[in-house]
């Protein structure tokens, strides 16, 4: 998999989110900021983001993702 494909992968599960992803050889990094995540703590945000590549991970082509998540306003004051 790529970082494209990935953040393909997210942005479609997520529809509005914005998606940053860095990586390779099946070991990625997202930044993902969306409004899904008013409200929603931390471990339901990546069970959210998780959802949008399952079948990756089932299948092995997707191995490790990590993933920094934020409401665009949280995103604002954690700008990286």
Do not use: C
């Not at 995540?37 to 997707?62: D, P, W, Y």
């Not at 993933?67 to 604002?76: L, S």
């Amino acid at each position: 998999m790529t970082p494209d494909q990935v953040k393909t992968l997210i942005e479609t599960g997520l529809p509005g989110a914005r998606v940053s992803v860095t990586g390779g050889d099946g070991h990625f990094e997202a930044r993902v900021i969306s409004e899904a995540f008013a409200g929603q703590s931390r471990i339901k945000r990546h069970q959210m983001v998780n959802a949008t590549v399952i079948q990756e991970i089932t299948s092995g082509a997707l191995h490790a993702l990590s993933m920094r998540t934020f409401t665009p306003d949280e995103a604002d004051t954690n700008a990286s």
